[in-house]
């Protein structure tokens, strides 16, 4: 479905990136799989056909347009104040993180989220002088349905001399995240660190800590799989004066008040896609592996729920309730606002 900045119900834009092959693969032999069709936003698998709003890499469009094309108008929407979320969505090792820019290990200045750090600090400082903003991050991951605070310092362990030896000890975290919805709808994730940020380097340095912190572990398919989501989520307040234009020379007149915005944008990098039993895993794994799958399979039935504009003017119920990932974006993927998917494939 394409997507119209002003349109008045949601729209989800679908993207495919096919990354190259690593040098891993090419040792192995391993060949492209997936073939762009000439010209067109569609890719074949085989005998079947898929067609999305936009192909990238791989003979598809450069990978270098999709911040412009898919996520660029998801940060103009922001100060309009329109929710957004952009999800990368992938099996392991299709290159989720590293498209999401999520990943310290490929350096944070590659990837969609420095981008868009860029493009939202370009974009303040051309308005600062009528507009007053306000910007906050948080970054949490949802591991085995909790939500877990990549920010937080409190819960880090600290390091501290002993019988005159540094030592780490583990400082208790805070209470458990819990997900809220205010009687206007607006989700919040009572307990977790919002981080009031005036610069580009400090939405960096917030960036740079959460991915460090983020939980990785290892399967049978990339031994630095990552089995959470991982989001980071920009709000944006501004606080705009608003006056009456003279029509004598074209300036500022009256004081009208004062016009006030909120929007967020989550930026998701989810866990890998795979079904459990080709991970090779069991117990514990198995056991993430089946939460890792209900909110994947929650994202996806609420997707396509929004996605069927016949079923939501008839009202159709849509089924946030059903995992974590799902009810915490909740008044961002629905209503007004604006969705990206970016399926990942190698
Ligand atoms: N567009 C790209 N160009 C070059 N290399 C890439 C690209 N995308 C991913 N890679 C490489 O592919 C490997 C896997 O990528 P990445 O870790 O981002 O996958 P992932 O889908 O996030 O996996 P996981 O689910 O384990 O987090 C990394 O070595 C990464 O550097």
Do not use: W
């Amino acid at each position: 479905m394409e997507m119209t900045p002003s349109s008045e119900i949601c729209s989800v834009k679908v993207a495919l990136h096919i990354r190259p092959l690593v040098a891993d693969e090419r040792l192995q032999g391993c060949k492209d799989c997936v073939s762009v069709v000439p010209r067109l936003p569609q890719v074949q698998i085989g005998t079947h056909s898929f067609t999305f709003d936009h192909v990238y890499g791989n003979g598809g469009a450069e990978s270098s347009a999709m911040f412009e094309q898919c996520v660029a108008p998801l940060v103009d929407g922001l100060f309009q104040g329109y929710n957004a979320t952009v999800l990368a969505y992938g099996q392991t090792g299709s290159g989720k993180t590293y498209t999401m820019g999520t990943g310290f290990k490929d350096g944070c200045q590659t990837g969609l989220i420095p981008q868009v750090m860029d493009t939202l600090f370009n974009k303040i400082e051309t308005l600062k002088h009528q507009t007053e903003f306000q910007l906050h991050v948080s970054f949490i991951e949802i591991l085995k349905e909790e939500v877990k605070d990549l920010l937080d310092s409190a819960s880090e362990s600290k390091s501290v001399v002993a019988n005159g030896h540094p030592a780490k000890v583990a400082v208790p975290g805070k209470p458990a995240i819990q997900i809220r919805e205010a009687s206007n709808g607006v989700i919040t994730l009572a307990g977790s660190t919002e981080v009031a940020v005036s610069t580009l380097q400090e939405m960096a340095a917030c960036l740079e800590k959460g991915s460090l912190s983020r939980a990785t572990g290892s399967t049978n398919m990339n031994n630095q799989s990552s089995r959470s989501h991982a989001i980071f989520t920009i709000t944006l307040e501004q606080m705009r004066k608003l006056h009456s234009v003279s029509p004598v020379n074209d300036t500022p007149d009256e004081d009208m008040g004062e016009e006030y915005f909120c929007a967020k944008l989550h930026l998701v990098d989810l866990a890998g896609s795979e079904r459990a039993k080709r991970t090779g895993t069991g117990g514990l794994r198995l056991k993430e592996g089946i939460h890792i799958n209900k909110g994947l399979l929650a994202l996806g039935n609420v997707i396509s729920a929004l996605g069927d504009e016949k079923k939501q003017k008839e009202g159709m119920h849509v089924p946030y309730r059903d995992s974590k990932l799902t009810r915490l974006l909740q008044d961002s993927l629905g209503g007004n606002s604006k969705t990206v998917s970016l399926h990942q494939s190698c």
